[in-house]
């Protein structure tokens, strides 16, 4: 009986000596790799890492124009070739009409339309003034600039870039608004495909097929549409930009919007082009140089002929 006794306080002692040393052991390990332990990386927590910034100087001390000495504009300007020979299409990464701008182009004929009231440009004013340009079209983020037959692009595309370029990287106004018009020098700049509560159905349905399906395919060649009436079934039409004095600007009225036309809207019956006297005179002086040219190849044909050349 003593001796179960004696065993049984020999080894309560050590367990409860183990239990005394292992508690606080446990615990330093708990307090240690509380201690330790990582924070958790939230969303709002990436929120906040930092981040560079290019340094800003004051307001009062910056160059001109407001922008700092040290600021740069970045200028990327593309340039596509379009359906007609006579027009290049330029592409600058800068918006070309201001916003909010009545219409979708401005077109300049000559250098005294870019001085005119009511949208004068000084960027088409120096285009207009370069050997060989004769007219300069506006779109909402390109130009076209359209020469004359008998100059060459290897001696005009270099002077226009370097101009389209300056104006760009400087920042220049390329259209300003004033008041007043001068002799009908400059049309009103009005959309003429834009919705008015005055028209009737037809009228309604004319200009949503020409806004909506034929003027992006017009204004990726470099040109533009106005809707110039509708009267007794026929669409009266004028092409602009490179499509006005492209040769195959009747073949686009003709097999291209009139068919459109015709075809989703029973009312029209055809349609035609409307030509300022300008272009009435110059193509009417084209068609005498054709003309002129057919009968010189005619006379040296006849000339070389192996009848006349015999003996």
């Not at 492209?246 to 015709?262: A, F, H, P, Q, Y």
């Amino acid at each position: 009986m003593f001796r179960r006794a004696l065993l049984s306080n020999r080894l309560a002692t050590p367990i409860e000596c183990s239990v005394r040393t292992i508690r606080p052991a446990f615990a330093r390990y708990r307090y240690v790799s509380s201690a330790a332990r990582l924070p958790t990386i939230t969303a709002s927590e990436t929120r906040r890492r930092p981040t560079v910034r290019p340094h800003q100087q004051p307001a009062s001390q910056g160059g001109v124009n407001g922008l700092s000495p040290t600021s740069k504009r970045t200028i990327f300007i593309q340039t596509e070739n379009t359906p007609n020979p006579d027009a290049l299409k330029f592409i600058p990464n800068h918006r070309v009409l201001p916003e909010g701008f009545p219409s979708t182009f401005l077109e300049y004929m000559s250098p005294r339309s870019t001085l005119a009231p009511p949208h004068p440009s000084p960027l088409a004013a120096k285009l207009l003034d370069v050997e060989g340009v004769t007219s300069v079209f506006y779109g909402t983020d390109f130009i076209t600039v359209t020469k004359g037959s008998d100059a060459n692009w290897a001696h005009i595309k270099p002077e226009v870039f370097s101009i389209i370029t300056q104006a760009v990287t400087s920042g220049e106004t390329i259209v300003t608004t004033v008041e007043g018009a001068i002799d009908g020098e400059q049309e009103s700049g009005e959309d003429s495909l834009s919705y008015n509560e005055d028209d009737d159905e037809v009228v309604s349905m004319i200009k949503e097929l020409l806004e909506t399906r034929i003027r992006p395919a017009i204004q990726e060649d470099g040109g533009d549409i106005e809707l110039k009436g509708f009267e007794g079934g026929i669409v009266m039409l004028k092409l602009r930009g490179a499509c006005r004095t492209c040769d195959s600007s009747t073949v686009t009225l003709k097999n291209g919007i009139e068919s459109m036309l015709m075809h989703y809207i029973e009312e029209v019956k055809g349609v035609e082009q409307v030509m300022d006297e300008e272009e009435i005179i110059s193509m009417h002086e084209f068609s005498k140089f054709e003309e002129k040219l057919r009968q010189q190849k005619g006379a040296v044909a006849t000339a070389s002929s192996p009848l006349d050349s015999a003996p």
